[in-house]
């Protein structure tokens, strides 16, 4: 029995591999000029949402292992961009909040992240873009 070979660009798992890829090369170095890693302008965009995230709840919605999400927040706290707070909750729990600079340092960084987007989205054109977040969603649920 004899079993045809498919590229390895014929598998799902590797055509999204290789988009997140080119994405996130474009994304570093657009955020590279403002000095911020792609996981920080994910800390602050998920902060911008105003809501009081544990670092656990954070770490899981910014795609980070807790440990590695913890260092950065260091190096946010140092750099300004960001304070923790104990959680009015539960006192054993830390919130992380944006700080003014943070705020506005967010918004240089998105404008640079909604530009990337509006690319891709030309290239796949608005509903397509909308159709493949739609079906990415749905991978991840």
Not at 4 to 31: C, E, F, G, P, V
Not at 96 to 104: I, S
């Amino acid at each position: 029995m004899q079993t045809s070979a498919n590229s390895i660009q014929d598998y799902l798992s590797y055509a999204l591999a290789a988009a997140h890829r080119k994405m996130t090369s474009s994304l570093t170095a657009r955020l590279k000029r403002h000095g911020i890693q792609i996981e920080a302008w994910r800390i602050l965009e998920t902060l911008e949402s105003g809501q009081r995230l544990t670092m656990g709840q954070l770490a899981e919605v910014v795609l980070m292992n807790p440990p590695t999400l913890t260092k950065l927040v260091d190096r946010m706290v140092s750099d300004g961009l960001v304070h923790r707070q104990v959680a009015q909750a539960d006192q054993r729990q830390i919130n992380v909040l944006p700080t003014a600079l943070g705020k506005k340092r967010m918004l240089q960084i998105r404008q640079e992240v909604q530009e990337q987007d509006t690319e891709y989205q030309s290239l796949l054109g608005k509903e397509e873009a909308d159709k493949l977040i739609k079906l990415l969603r749905d991978v991840i649920q």
